[in-house]
């Protein structure tokens, strides 16, 4: 009786972990790693992952076609694989966690399989704390995707973008402003200069034929002081 309950339930167990390893399986196989993602091979240089992912991010930029809710998750994805792809010490962890997922697969189906459930359960905790397949990356490192490419002029500009084109028109109507009032006051002055040099000007007309009036007229008066 006893023997018979210790198989039973050594049965029940090995169905859970059956299940339980075909289901992780299966989920798994439906994932794509960070390099199906860009649709390169595991060697590929750091030159032509930069190169896919320009070429693809442009396709599956959420503005390229507002109308398709799924070219943002697609985005984020393209976003996550670089971001990880792109470093060399991320990309080094990320092999070793695919390299340790494929060795877990293969004792997964020529192993103990509660030694395989195990393992997969110790991996499955390595992809909750450290930076897996397909976990989220950081705002460092999305951040960083937009200082290599910026934006182009049809895609949303950036608040540090539009910050710096303000600053930039609000310097540039300072100094128009600045400009203007200077030759405002320069025009000022200049036909100040013009106006007091008229004015003297007409003042010595003004003397001048005051002085030639007089000079006449005393000449007149000693020319009739002379015939009498």
């Known amino acids: 009786m006893m023997l018979w309950r210790g198989l039973c339930k050594d049965g029940i167990q090995l169905c859970m972990v059956q299940a339980h390893r075909c289901t992780g399986t299966y989920s798994r196989s439906n994932l794509k790693d960070h390099y199906q ?3 390169i091979g595991r060697k590929a240089t750091n030159e032509e992952i930069k190169n896919a992912f320009f070429a693809l991010s442009k396709k599956c930029h959420p503005d390229s076609d507002p109308t398709n809710p799924l070219l943002h998750s697609q985005f984020v ?6 971001s990880v792809l792109s470093k060399p010490s991320s990309r080094e962890q990320y092999d070793q ?5 494929q060795r877990d697969d293969w004792r997964a189906t020529s192993h103990n399989p509660y030694k395989s459930h195990s393992t997969t359960y110790n991996w499955k905790q390595t992809y909750q704390t450290r930076e897996g397949p ?5 705002s460092k490192d999305n951040s ?5 490419f910026p934006p182009k002029s049809d895609w949303k500009d950036s608040a540090e973008d539009r ?8 310097f540039y109507c300072i100094f128009l402003g600045s400009l203007s009032i200077a030759v405002h006051l320069a025009m000022f002055s200049a036909v100040r200069d013009m106006r007091r040099k008229e004015r003297e000007e007409q003042q010595k007309r003004i003397l001048k034929f005051y002085n030639d009036r007089t000079e006449a007229a005393s000449a007149q008066e000693k020319k009739l002081d002379g015939y009498f």
């Open 163 to 170: 910050k710096r084109r303000n600053n930039l028109i609000v």
């Open 144 to 148: 960083r995707y937009w200082s290599e």
């Open 134 to 138: 397909y976990t989220r990356s950081s």
């Open 97 to 101: 966690i695919l390299e340790a997922i």
């Open 77 to 82: 994805r393209l976003n996550e694989a670089y």
């Open 37 to 39: 993602v860009l649709g």
